[in-house]
């Protein structure tokens, strides 16, 4: 069973440009979450989603920020307009629904964004 | 709102000392407690678990106990090796709802030769 998979693995952006992070949860996972890592800071969590929908976006900022998991395909954060302060690791991790073992996260690679 | 605090790294061992990291935490009604474990750059893997008061989860020689009358989760392990060099994530997931975890600043452990 693969694990959680992210790309890019790293992503270089100038400034004002979009970046698309890209999430494929485990097999049989359907609840994604996405957290940011500044250097020398802990996880902070951003979104989580369902298929085909968001349940808590909360940690997300509100503006030039989007989350999306479709039925098909894997989960997209979207960053419009891209500033310097928006360079950091973003995680995704996923977890399966039902019961034992549901609060426990997968956690991907990473995609560590340099903006320019 | 949940919490959780670790001792600040970095935490610098010796091969073969023994490892504390502690590791308390906040939060309302009986939330499950994790240790995960960040190589240099990678994501974060789940080191252990523990679920309800007086678990002990344990893995690769590490050992956490759930201690709810003192609301900690500290971290051991008898004997350190140099591949133990990484951040160790303390974290609780409160019961019921969304399962989002709410995560430590991380301490950093370097395990010298």
């Known amino acids: 069973n693969a694990g959680v998979m992210q790309n890019p693995r790293h992503l270089v952006r100038r400034r004002g440009q979009e970046a698309r992070l890209r999430c494929s949860p485990m097999?049989?996972?359907?609840?994604v979450y996405w957290y940011r890592q500044l250097p020398e800071e802990g996880l902070k969590f951003m979104v989580y989603?369902?298929?085909?929908?968001?349940?808590?976006e909360s940690g997300m900022p509100k503006e030039r920020f989007s989350a999306e998991f479709p039925k098909e395909g894997p989960s997209i954060l979207r960053i419009q307009q891209v500033v310097r302060g928006d360079s950091a690791a973003y995680f995704c991790?996923?977890?399966?629904?039902?019961?034992?073992?549901?609060?426990?996260?997968?956690f991907g690679p990473g995609t560590r964004l340099t903006v320019l | 709102g949940d919490s959780v605090t670790q001792m600040e790294g970095p935490v610098t061992l010796s091969e073969e000392a023994f490892l504390t990291i502690n590791c308390t935490y906040t939060?309302?009604?009986?939330?499950?407690l994790f240790w995960y474990v960040q190589y240099p750059g990678e994501g974060l893997q789940l080191l252990l678990k523990?679920?309800?008061?007086?678990d002990k989860g344990s893995n690769k020689g590490f050992e956490a106990t759930y201690r709810k009358e003192t609301t900690s989760f500290h971290l051991e392990k008898g004997s350190v090796q140099v591949s133990d060099s990484a951040v160790y994530f303390c974290?609780?997931?409160?019961?019921?709802?969304?399962?989002?975890?709410?995560f430590g600043r991380g301490t950093s452990l370097i395990v010298h030769p």
């Open positions: 991790a996923s977890r399966p629904s039902g019961t034992g073992g549901t609060d426990t996260q997968y």
């Open positions: 097999k049989g996972h359907s609840h």
């Open positions: 989603l369902q298929k085909e929908n968001i349940i808590d």
């Open positions: 939060a309302t009604g009986y939330p499950s």
């Open positions: 523990a679920t309800k008061a007086d």
């Open positions: 974290a609780l997931s409160s019961s019921g709802g969304s399962y989002i975890p709410t």
